[in-house]
């Protein structure tokens, strides 16, 4: 999960705003806020489905501490749809690892495509590496790479009431969507976690208007 769109969620207003820089300025600073933990970055191998799988199961033991848990038989049908989309991701080359310095992954980010737009389908980061701008930095790498598909809005679906989720994406400028005016298949999707994920009327989509990317 993310800093985890299982986990992600950002305000409750539904204006659509811009943010200072292009998503590759604000992608150069990130990487370079994380540089100095010694992080590298990298596009994913077709490969490495454990590796997201192991990264996010121990980014989601932050979602463990305050008491939000799948049940085993919604926990199998969640994983294995989620299995699904992120080795489509993996295929698709729109997964990015964040590595130590000893190359050990430590965080991912995956894109997909619902709607005909982007949609971060994951974002996540060991709790290890957490708080050093590993996430701040994946999150950018994947709106720049989705305004080179000269995409205008990028779309997620996360948790509205975690306090390290809203925070995270409204101030990476991203706004929440009232369900009415969310496209056919993002409203699938998030109609599909609510229900199987826990605290399913906090789930929410997300969106934000990228810059261009050069």
Same mark, same amino acid.
């Given at each position: +999960?993310?800093?985890?769109? #299982?986990?992600?969620?950002?305000?409750?207003?539904? &204006?659509? #705003?811009?943010?200072?820089?292009?998503?590759?300025?604000?992608?150069?600073?990130?990487?370079?806020?994380?540089?100095?933990?010694?992080?590298?970055?990298?596009?994913?191998?077709?490969?490495?489905?454990? &590796?997201?799988?192991?990264?996010?199961?121990?980014?989601? /033991?932050?979602?463990?501490?305050?008491?939000?848990?799948?049940?085993?038989?919604?926990?199998v049908?969640?994983?294995?749809?989620? /299995?699904s989309?992120? +080795? $489509?991701?993996l #295929?698709?080359?729109?997964?990015?690892?964040?590595?130590?310095?000893?190359?050990?992954?430590?965080?991912?980010?995956?894109?997909?495509?619902?709607?005909?737009?982007?949609?971060?389908? $994951?974002?996540?980061?060991?709790?290890?590496? +957490?708080?050093?701008?590993?996430?701040?930095?994946?999150?950018?790498?994947?709106?720049?790479?989705?305004?080179?598909?000269?995409?205008?809005?990028?779309? !997620? &679906?996360?948790?509205?009431? !975690?306090?390290?989720?809203?925070?995270?994406?409204?101030?990476?400028?991203?706004?929440?969507?009232?369900?009415?005016?969310?496209?056919?298949?993002?409203?699938?999707?998030?109609?599909?976690?609510?229900?199987? !994920?826990?605290?399913?009327?906090?789930?929410?989509? +997300?969106?934000?208007?990228?810059?261009?990317?050069?």
């Open positions: +999960m993310q800093p985890s769109n #299982k986990s992600g969620a950002a305000g409750r207003r539904s &204006t659509t #705003k811009r943010t200072e820089g292009s998503a590759c300025e604000q992608t150069q600073r990130r990487e370079h806020r994380a540089s100095q933990v010694e992080s590298r970055f990298r596009v994913a191998a077709v490969h490495e489905l454990e &590796t997201l799988c192991d990264i996010d199961l121990d980014a989601s /033991r932050l979602f463990d501490q305050v008491g939000l848990e799948l049940t085993p038989a919604d926990s049908e969640f994983a294995a749809a989620e /299995r989309r992120w +080795m $489509q991701c #295929k698709s080359g729109t997964v990015f690892v964040a590595s130590d310095r000893l190359g050990t992954p430590v965080g991912f980010a995956a894109l997909h495509v619902l709607d005909g737009e982007p949609y971060l389908e $994951q974002l996540s980061v060991r709790m290890s590496a +957490m708080r050093r701008g590993i996430g701040s930095a994946l999150l950018s790498a994947a709106e720049c790479v989705a305004a080179k598909t000269r995409s205008r809005t990028l779309w !997620l &679906t996360t948790y509205q009431h !975690l306090p390290w989720n809203a925070p995270f994406y409204e101030k990476a400028g991203f706004v929440t969507v009232p369900v009415e005016e969310c496209g056919t298949e993002i409203l699938l999707e998030l109609l599909f976690q609510r229900r199987l !994920l826990p605290e399913p009327d906090e789930r929410v989509a +997300m969106r934000k208007l990228l810059s261009a990317c050069n």
